[in-house]
Every structure is written in structure tokens, then in C-alpha cells.
């Protein structure tokens, strides 16, 4: 892992302690923020329909006086350009109007990324809210997950420490040749001690598992685990060091994988454990968790709210159980199981 992306990243997380909190005291909170948001909500909408209707009157005006000074030019003056510049200023006065009545959406959204979110992060537990960054494209490329592709692009994170475990979640996609590759949620645990040995990768994606085994997992061994759930036999260990990963990997990680599978609609996951105290995590989820509605739809409802807040809980339900790897360092899977 590059030093500098590592230090930067750190330096980022540490300051923001995550507090698991219980629902009801996250309810008070996000029924007070989401009061404050309706009201915003209703400012922008009302600016907007405002904008609205002074643009369409406006607009028509200008298209009529365009329309007549087409005429007048070309059919009396017989003056083409005159006529064409007539025309031209009507259809640009139009556009430039409904450019200025869109910009109240805009800043609904932008105050609901500004705003509304980082609020969301600290109602949950304490999380940091970046619009903009992401887990570094560098990291990435150590995790033997990622396909290839052209361009990477990362918004929406949430960063935070969380039992001695800095944690970096945020939305991710990636693209190649302009075609979408993958489409959901990268997450990023740094542990506080080297206890991870080699490089392991837990896959419930059953076709990259069969494609990339002799590929690029060739030097990889398959770890076989039986734990009498159907749920969570579905996902295969591949690990440099075998001997290690039957030691890490025990039922109660695959119990917590499988169970965030389902949480976010039976996503098939992949997470690596690579360079000694790193878990990362891509979780394929279609459903953007952290873009504002319409600025025409009430924001009445809590539940989107504590949606978001019961995905995060369930990645740190995940980092409970490094956690415990953390402070025993080497556990057999009977103790955590």
C-alpha cells in the first residue's frame, strides 16, 4: 500500500470516533434534521416554481417579439441577417431563463450534500462526511478485486474510527470504454495491528470466482469451509497462506458477510484481506443511498434515513469481528464462530 495514501487517508479518519448509537435516540435526531431539510426543501421549491413561471412568461414574450422581428426584417426589409439575429436573441433569452430557473435544484441538492449528509453521519455515530473522496484508486489496485477499467469515480464517503479500526466507506463506480463495470459500495478497514497473514479473498460473486480462480486468484489456494448453512457456505475463501485464513476466517465472518449480502439486496460481495491489517470491501448495490429526492417530493420519512444507517451498521457489525482478531490476535474459528 503506497505510505502517502495510507498517512493521508489515516490522518482523516482518526479524528472521528464512531458510536454505535440505538435507533430511538437516532430517530430524535433525524426527525429534527429532516424538519429543518422539509423546510429547505420547501424554500427551494417554492424559488424554483417562481423561477418557473417567470421564465415561461418571460419566454413566450421574447419568442412572440422574435418571431414578429423575423417577419418585419425579412418580408419588409428584406434583411436576412437582421431577421436570423432576431430570431436568435428570442430562442437564446428562452434557454438562458431556464438555465436560471433550474439553478434552484441544484442548490437543493448541493445542500443536501453540504448539509443534510454530514448531519446523517453524525446522527449515525460520529461519521465524517466527504461529498467528494473516496478510497485511493492506488489502494485499490492491491486488493486483486477489482476488474479492469478505464476510469474510477468515488463520492459520497464516510470516514471514522470505530473500536481502534479506521473505517472508509463511500459509494463507487467504475468504467471501461464508457461502459459501467461496477456500480455500488467500496469500503476500506485499516487494523490497528498486523494480524492478517498473506492475501485472502471471501467472494459470494460465484461467476468471478469461477473466472478469476485460474487467472488472477492462480496463486491463490481454495479454502474450503463447511458450516451447515447453505447462506453462508455460498462463499469461497482463496488465500496465499491457507493455514493462516482457516484460523481468520471462521463462521462468524461469514455469518456477517453473508447477512451484509442480504442487507444489500443479496449483493454478491467480495472482500480481501491483504497487506497485514487491511479488509476491503466492494459491495455491487444499484441503489445510490445517499442522493437527495426530487426537490417536488415532501421530506416526510425517516425511513431512507435509518435505512443508511442499518447498511453502515451492518459493515460494522464486519469490523466486530476483526475487532476481536485485533485484541486476541490469532482466534480459531471455535472461539468466534
Known amino acids: 500500500m503506497d505510505q502517502q495514501d495510507t498517512q493521508r487517508q489515516r490522518a482523516q479518519t482518526e479524528q472521528h470516533s464512531i458510536q454505535r448509537r440505538d435507533d430511538a435516540y437516532v430517530q430524535a435526531d433525524i426527525e429534527a434534521l429532516l424538519k429543518d431539510t422539509e423546510e429547505t426543501r420547501l424554500r427551494f421549491m417554492t424559488q424554483r416554481r417562481s423561477r418557473s413561471f417567470i421564465a415561461m412568461t418571460v419566454g413566450i414574450i421574447a419568442l412572440l ?106 459509494e463507487a463506480r467504475l468504467h471501461k470504454k464508457k461502459h459501467l463495470v461496477f456500480d455500488g459500495i467500496f469500503v476500506l478497514l485499516e487494523l490497528p495491528s498486523e494480524v492478517l ?31 451447515g448453512n447453505p447462506a453462508w457456505d455460498r462463499l469461497q475463501v482463496f488465500s496465499s497462506a491457507p493455514d493462516d485464513a482457516r484460523l481468520l476466517v471462521g463462521e462468524r465472518l461469514l455469518k456477517e458477510l453473508a447477512e451484509a449480502s442480504e442487507v444489500f439486496d443479496k449483493s454478491p460481495l467480495s472482500t480481501a484481506l491483504f497487506r497485514k491489517k487491511f479488509i476491503f470491501m466492494m459491495i455491487p448495490f444499484e441503489q445510490n443511498m445517499f442522493e437527495a429526492c426530487s426537490v417536488n417530493v415532501p421530506v416526510t420519512t425517516s425511513q431512507h434515513a435509518l435505512k443508511c444507517k442499518r447498511e453502515i451498521e451492518r459493515i460494522l457489525e464486519i469490523v466486530d469481528v476483526f475487532e476481536l482478531y485485533c485484541s486476541d490476535e490469532k482466534t480459531t474459528p471455535e472461539t468466534i464462530g
Open 65 to 170: 417579439i422574435g418571431a414578429g422581428g423575423f417577419g418585419w426584417f425579412l418580408l419588409v426589409h428584406y434583411d436576412f441577417l437582421s431577421a436570423l439575429a432576431s430570431i436568435s436573441v428570442a430562442i437564446i433569452i428562452p434557454i438562458i431563463l431556464n438555465i436560471w430557473a433550474l439553478r434552484p435544484i441544484k442548490a437543493y441538492r448541493d445542500s443536501y450534500k453540504s448539509v443534510f449528509m454530514p448531519r446523517i453521519g453524525q446522527a449515525i455515530g460520529g461519521l465524517k462526511f466527504h461529498p467528494s473522496r473516496g478510497i485511493s484508486a492506488k489502494v485499490l489496485s492491491k486488493t486483486g478485486l477489482i476488474p479492469s477499467h478505464d476510469s474510477y469515480d468515488a463520492e459520497d464517503c464516510f470516514m471514522g474510527t470505530y473500536k481502534g479500526i479506521r473505517v472508509i466507506l463511500s
Open 197 to 227: 497473514e498473506g492475501h485472502t479473498i471471501i467472494t459470494a460473486d460465484q461467476d468471478k470466482a469461477a473466472k478469476w480462480a485460474p487467472t488472477r486468484w492462480s496463486k491463490l489456494q481454495n479454502v474450503a469451509f463447511n458450516t
